[in-house]
Structures are given as C-alpha cells and as structure tokens.
C-alpha cells in the first residue's frame, strides 16, 4: 500500500518555475516506481516524469529539458522541478506510483495523490 501527498503547486507567469513536492508512505520508495501524472481539463492524463528504484529518470518529450524530477530517500519524499514553464504546462499534477515505469509515462498508475493545480499564464 502506497500513500501520495503533493503539495507545492500554484501559479506562475510563464518561464516561470514551481517545484512540487509529495510525501511517499507506505512500500512506495522500495517497491514501486515513482513519478508524476498530468491531466489537462477535458483530456486524458499524461505522463510527466518517472524515477525508478534505481536508475535513471524518464521525461516526456514535452518537458524534457526544463522539468527534473528527484526523490530523497532519507526524507521519503519525491520533487519535480519545473522550469521555463507555458502555459500549456496548466494542469492538474498528480504524484503517482506503479510497478512499472512504463505505465506512468503511459499516464497510468496503481497508487495517486490527490493531485496539486499548476496555472501557468500568459
């Protein structure tokens, strides 16, 4: 069982930067692969970033470049850095966990946070 908190969004102008935080409980650091999951209003959700138990991070096309995602063991916590952010960034972020990392970037997961707004304008 994997417990997900986010906190950290808000709005920005754009090329602006937000970081975004979520406390992971639960197996989530050592059984799962981490990351986050975006929905659009009024499309599907898409994955963001994902952080494997070890080994590299995986961004989509679309943020590549400008977002970093990072845990921290020590505090159980996962980070995403956004920077340069547009406004076709505005979302609701998720911070997910699955078995695999493919699924994230999919936009799927098998564990959800309950999900932090970021309004970029123009």
């Known amino acids: 069982q994997v417990q997900l908190v986010e906190s950290g969004g808000g709005s920005v102008q754009a090329g602006g930067s937000l970081t975004l935080s979520c406390e992971v409980s639960?197996?989530?650091?050592?059984?799962?692969?981490l990351g986050w999951i975006r929905q659009v209003q009024g499309k599907e959700r898409e994955g963001v970033a994902t952080?494997?138990?070890?080994?590299?991070?995986t961004y989509a096309a679309y943020v590549k470049g400008r977002f970093t995602i990072s845990k921290n063991n020590a505090k159980n916590t996962l980070y995403l850095q956004m920077n340069v952010l547009k406004p076709e960034d505005t979302a609701l972020y998720y911070c997910?966990?699955?078995?695999?990392?493919?699924?994230?970037?999919?936009?799927?997961?098998?564990?959800w946070g309950q999900g932090t707004q970021v309004t970029v304008s123009s």
């Open positions: 639960g197996s989530g650091f050592t059984n799962y692969c």
């Open positions: 952080v494997p138990k070890s080994g590299a991070a």
């Open positions: 997910a966990a699955a078995r695999r990392c493919y699924d994230l970037i999919q936009g799927k997961a098998d564990s």
